[in-house]
């Protein structure tokens, strides 16, 4: 399977933080926001990558984490010119997924959770339909929404609904087989001018080909889309730790723990911060270093 990070778009809601710089550099806590779901797209076993952006925040990304193989990936990039919904990344990066199946990750997205990693690689290794995971939510309405029937199995899923059928919002993770490309060739933008995710989705579900997981309140979903998120976010890693001495959202770990580097590779990235860096420090001690 093969992952794809998109971090696109114009990030209004943070204006005027993201007038000059796109949205997934900007820092959670002690790291930039990219290194989140990378580290949870490297946690379900995905080695190949891109990561998608605008002509203008591209370069920066390939500065910020070159070609991967300092982590044990390998790293693609490609542009998004234009924001033209969630959905259109299976279209600019059919080539980069050719036979095999996809993972898309949107790059503001930050998991957290003892079981969380388990069912994403449960997930990546599905390779027939489709697997996305939802998360009970205060305020549905702002999100895509699963309708589930009495015995748990979903009935549909709606784009930001006025009202909404559940509480279970759909979260910016998602895997696919790779009929995903020509799915996505043969959905028609929305009224606001995008390629909907939630109409790929729903021709999974039509065609029984979708399993939904539901995240239980053992795993945290945070949206960093807006100022209070952002900041919320960041409290959140803080706070995890610096109590538990659990590193969150760390690309070094997730690579250590699937076997793709050694701690001498940590420590000769690592080799370029001042010894007392407050991440070095945090992925060290996680380490038991």
């Not at 990030?11 to 900007?26: D, E, F, H, M, N």
Request: charged share 20%; hydrophobic share 35%; with cysteine.
């Amino acid at each position: 399977m093969k992952g794809i990070i998109l971090a696109g778009g114009k990030a209004t809601r943070l204006y005027p933080l993201t007038q000059v710089i796109s949205k997934q550099l900007l820092p959670v806590y002690n790291k930039p926001m990219i290194y989140y779901p990378l580290t949870t797209l490297m946690q379900a076993g995905i080695r190949e990558i891109l990561i998608i952006s605008t002509p203008h925040d591209l370069p920066l990304y390939e500065e910020l984490l070159g070609n991967g193989s300092n982590i044990g990936i390998d790293l693609q990039y490609k542009v998004q010119p234009e924001p033209k919904g969630l959905a259109e990344a299976f279209l600019i990066g059919e080539s980069f997924i050719g036979n095999d199946s996809c993972s898309l990750i949107l790059g503001d997205n930050l998991f957290f959770g003892s079981r969380f990693k388990e069912s994403t690689k449960r997930a990546a290794k599905n390779n027939q339909g489709a697997s996305i995971f939802a998360y009970h939510v205060d305020k549905p309405h702002a999100y895509g929404v699963v309708e589930f029937d009495n015995e748990n199995r979903a009935l549909s899923i709606v784009e930001k609904p006025e009202k909404p059928r559940s509480n279970y919002a759909v979260t910016g993770l998602y895997f696919y087989d790779n009929d995903v490309i020509e799915i996505a060739k043969s959905i028609q933008p929305s009224g606001r001018g995008e390629m909907e995710i939630t109409d790929v989705n729903s021709i999974y579900l039509e065609n029984k080909n979708l399993k939904v997981f539901t995240l239980g309140t053992g795993t945290a979903w945070l949206d960093t889309g807006t100022h209070d998120s952002l900041i919320e976010a960041s409290s959140f890693v803080r706070t995890i730790e610096n109590r538990q001495g659990i590193a969150i959202g760390s690309p070094e770990i997730a690579a250590f723990e699937n076997k793709w580097i050694e701690v001498e590779q940590i420590k000769e990235n690592f080799s370029k911060y001042p010894s007392n860096h407050r991440y070095t420090e945090s992925i060290l001690k996680s380490l038991n270093t």
